[in-house]
């Protein structure tokens, strides 16, 4: 199940959104990620080992919705600091050179 929903949120939700994801962070993580979360109140019985107790889909959402708000307060604090320190964006030039030369120095050779 968790494979599939990593599928889906990897071509059809990115497709669907249109958003830029060039290492399917989200759609395999994020997405298999809730799958599994929301699975295992589903799943979860604490007559094999008692780590059913309290595992509801509800109390597992409940966890989702706080884990999505603490990464993106998380995020966003990242990329202030990043802003103000180093910049989020490389220069036109240095985008125009390609950023293997720009950045590393690197050239491709043919």
Do not use: P
């Not at 929301?38 to 959402?61: C, K, M, R, W, Y």
């Not at 320190?85 to 050239?107: M, N």
């Amino acid at each position: 199940m968790g494979g599939a929903a990593a599928y889906v949120g990897a071509v059809w939700l990115k497709r669907l959104l249109k958003y830029d994801d060039s290492l399917d962070a989200f759609g395999v993580h994020g997405v298999a990620g809730i799958a599994g979360a929301l699975l295992t109140g589903v799943f979860a019985d604490a007559a094999i080992n008692g780590a059913g107790e309290g595992a509801s889909v509800v109390n597992q959402f409940v966890g989702i919705l706080a884990t999505i708000a603490w990464s993106a307060i998380a995020t966003f604090a990242i990329l202030m600091v990043c802003r103000f320190t180093t910049g989020l964006r490389v220069s036109d030039e240095a985008e125009v050179d390609g950023l293997d030369l720009s950045q590393h120095g690197e050239a491709l050779h043919e």
